[in-house]
């Protein structure tokens, strides 16, 4: 049995995601640092009022179709994994974790850009860009759980080609290593948009080859 066109054409909402979010995070530009100078913050938000919105926007677009493709790889994963399927549901539930603190990273970084142009207190500013470095760290674990679970049930079904989950394995062990250890550094936002290059990649795959999504037995 192979699954419906609607789901096979649904895959490509990852690929939408990803285009999406290189598109906003080329728009926004690079936010500073946790422990930046007051004065580079708020000159971030002030003289990026408009690219710091129109990203925003670009980000719920992009969020609605990562909806679309999270519940389209847990599709898959747990037609193959079967009976409880509770592996799967982890990267499902990662998956929320990861749209969960990027929403919140978007609201508090268009919060700061929203009132600049009515002057934004230096300590307000700071804060809001710390929180959004935090927000982004708990993406980034999220997506590191996400591909883990991705992987564990790849190794047990084949449901996706073996290469793609140990590409997944890595880029989840070096957030893992990154998030922690440069938390406020620009690097760990570098390390979130290198996953992306994974979900592209598998909402291809998924879209290519529908017929992983059957059941797989071992």
Do not use: C
Not at 12 to 35: E, K, M, N, R, Y
Not at 130 to 152: D, E, K, R
């Amino acid at each position: 049995m192979r699954i419906s066109g609607w789901e096979r054409w649904a895959a490509l909402t990852g690929l939408l995601t990803v285009v999406g979010l290189v598109v906003a995070t080329l728009v926004q530009g690079p936010i500073p640092a946790a422990d930046a100078s007051a004065k580079q913050i708020t000159d971030f938000f002030a003289s990026n009022h408009d690219r710091i919105m129109a990203a925003m926007y670009i980000r719920l677009y992009a969020g609605f179709a990562f909806i679309w493709f999270l519940a389209t790889l847990w599709s898959a994963l747990a037609r193959a994994e079967g009976r409880s399927a509770r592996v799967s549901n982890v990267a499902f539930g990662a998956g929320i974790v990861v749209l969960g603190s990027s929403g919140a990273a978007t609201a508090a970084i268009a919060a700061g850009a929203f009132r600049a142009g009515s002057g934004v207190d230096p300590a307000v500013a700071a804060a809001l860009v710390v929180a959004v470095h935090m927000f982004y760290a708990i993406s980034g674990m999220g997506t590191a759980w996400m591909l883990i679970a991705s992987w564990l049930v790849t190794l047990r079904t084949r449901v996706l080609p073996g290469w793609v989950a140990w590409l997944g394995l890595v880029l989840a062990l070096i957030t893992l290593v990154i998030v922690p250890f440069a938390f406020g550094k620009p690097i760990v936002l570098y390390a979130a948009l290198l996953v992306l290059i994974w979900m592209a990649i598998v909402s291809v795959v998924l879209f290519m080859r529908p017929t992983l999504a059957q059941p797989v037995s071992v």
